[in-house]
Nanobody, 130 residues
């Protein structure tokens, strides 16, 4: 069954860094843009960042709340993506998920990512606390 497997979450102090990984299993993710999402307790799941398929000329995009602090990347084969989180703050505490964006090789607007999200992972929790 196609899915993503996320890893790399944990406890990090404010101002620290963390690198999340997302590996495709059971399908070829290179055909799709990949999105990172997060869901904080009591809140809806929101788009954080997106990276286009290497088969396209698209790039990457970020939610305003993480722009300049987070960096998304993916390997040449297109089946693994990473989210480098720097200068984290308590508002970044959430379970982080990645998903393939069905029918999309380039990134949609961050605010519209969820409507395309397919093939979710199980999530990896990130807690920012001193």
């Amino acid at each position: 069954q196609p899915k993503f497997v996320e890893s790399g979450g944990g406890l990090v102090q404010p101002g620290g860094s963390l690198r999340l990984s997302c590996a495709a299993s059971g399908f070829t993710a290179d055909y799709y843009a990949i999105g990172w999402f997060r869901q904080a307790p009591g809140k809806e799941r929101e788009g954080v960042s997106c990276i286009s398929s290497s088969r396209s000329n698209g790039g990457a995009d970020y939610a305003d709340s993480v722009k300049g602090r987070f960096t998304i990347s993916r390997d040449k084969a297109g089946n693994t993506a990473w989210l480098q989180m720097n200068s984290v703050n308590p508002e970044d505490t959430a379970v982080y998920y990645c998903a393939a964006l069905g029918g999309r090789q380039t990134c949609p607007l961050i605010t519209q990512m969820r409507r395309y999200a397919e093939v979710w992972g199980q999530g990896t929790p990130v807690t920012v606390s001193s």
